[in-house]
Every structure is written in structure tokens, then in C-alpha cells.
């Protein structure tokens, strides 16, 4: 079992509409995650951090852990076609500053 | 203020020989980690440092080494360079305030190619 999970993909949207990304991970005690965005050929690009169980809104963008579950979420509202790239999930499992797992990436494709 | 920044942004090397790569933080942070990206293994953790000292490693060999310096830039440093060590080698930094809800920001990366 990989550490993180994710569904590679590729998931295809219409411009509007909401993309649902999903990820599951293997550490209980982990207590940071992330969802970065990479486009090709450049680096990952931080889009939200989340620490407690519940939800986090910034923008379009909501993101859901649910630590009991092991289960972290990212939703995109209003899907763009500027938002088609791949979406990384990570899990910082480093009892004292970073060990960051990243899953392997869901590549989304919002179509005009 | 400046961000991560990595060099060389490109390098070719051919098998067995030994690489160097550097990364600066941003500004004022102490935390600077070390990735390695690869089509087939997607991104993997390498190292972690935070004031000098490697706090954190990942399950790579120890071909694969690097170092902090004072003033907190970083460098990596693979050794018998091996053809499947072509890679995208990225380096992200953190400031790492109290409380441990911290982000790390990525740099361009360096592209190596062993050949």
C-alpha cells in the first residue's frame, strides 16, 4: 500500500462545473497536508494547506480532511480550463519538520 | 521578496560521474527540503535540513547526500551517477515557525540527464 493515494486520472470536467479530487493516506498521526498544482514542466504550486478535520475555503477551492477516515479532499468550484493541470496531494509524516509524501497526482482537464 | 531558487536549472552528466546541485531559500527561512521527480516514481521526498543538521530522510541511497550551510542555502550531492538518476531535483523551503503548521515553496528545479 503507497502512503498516499490518489486517482491518477485523468478526470475530465466542463468549464463551470466542480471537479471533486481525492486522496487517501496511510499515517494516522500525520497532522499537515497539502494540495499543490503543477503544471507541465514547471514546479508544484501550493494551493491550500489544511491542519483540522472539517473544511477549508480560499476562493474557489475547498478543501476536507477527515483524519478519522484518512481521507483528505479538494474541491474546485467554477472549473476553469486555466485549471487543467495535475493535482498533488501530500502528507507531511515527519514527527519534527518535514518528511512530505506526495501521491502520485490526478491530472484534471476542464474543457471549454 | 525573491524566491527559491535553484542551479543550474539544466545539466547533463554521464554515468558514474558525480553531481552538485544548489538551492537557496527564501529569504529567512531555515527549512529547506530536498525532491526528486520522476515520470515512473512521480515526486519523492529525499532529505530535509534545518539549521545545518539533516532532520529528515527519505529511502533513497546514500549515493544521494547533501548539506546545509549557515547562512542556510543547501546543496545535494549525487554520486556514481546512475542513468535512472535522471530526474527533475527540486528544492522547497519553509520558515518553520512555532506551532508546526508550516508550507513549503518549491523552487524551478534543476533537470538532470545522465546519459
Known amino acids: 500500500q503507497k502512503e498516499v493515494e490518489q486517482n491518477s486520472g485523468p478526470l475530465s470536467v466542463p468549464e463551470g462545473a466542480i471537479a471533486s479530487l481525492n486522496c487517501t493516506y496511510s499515517d494516522r498521526v500525520s497532522q499537515s497536508f497539502f494540495w499543490y498544482r503543477q503544471y507541465s514542466g514547471k514546479s508544484p504550486e501550493l494551493i491550500m494547506s489544511?491542519?483540522?478535520?472539517g473544511d477549508k475555503e480560499d476562493g474557489r477551492f475547498t478543501a476536507q480532511l477527515n483524519k478519522a477516515s484518512q481521507y483528505v479532499s479538494l474541491l474546485i468550484r467554477d472549473s476553469q480550463p486555466s485549471d487543467s493541470a495535475t493535482y498533488l496531494c501530500a502528507v507531511n509524516m515527519g514527527t519534527g519538520g518535514f518528511k512530505t509524501i506526495f501521491g502520485a497526482g490526478t491530472r484534471l482537464f476542464v474543457k471549454a | 521578496k525573491a524566491g527559491v531558487t535553484q542551479t543550474p536549472r539544466y545539466l547533463i552528466k554521464t554515468r558514474g560521474q558525480q553531481v552538485t546541485l544548489s538551492c537557496s531559500p527564501i529569504?529567512?527561512?531555515?527549512?529547506v527540503s530536498w525532491y526528486q521527480q520522476t515520470p515512473g516514481q512521480g515526486l519523492q521526498f529525499l532529505f530535509e535540513?534545518?539549521?545545518?543538521?539533516?532532520?529528515n530522510k527519505g529511502n533513497f541511497p546514500g549515493r544521494f547526500s547533501g548539506r546545509q550551510f549557515s547562512n542556510s542555502r543547501s546543496e545535494m550531492n549525487v554520486s556514481t551517477l546512475e542513468l535512472g538518476d535522471s530526474a527533475l531535483y527540486l528544492c522547497a523551503s519553509s520558515l518553520m515557525r512555532a506551532g508546526g503548521q508550516e508550507t513549503q515553496y518549491f523552487g524551478p528545479g534543476t533537470r538532470l540527464l545522465v546519459l
Open positions: 535540513y534545518f539549521s545545518e543538521t539533516q532532520r
Open positions: 489544511i491542519y483540522s478535520n
Open positions: 529569504s529567512g527561512h531555515r527549512s
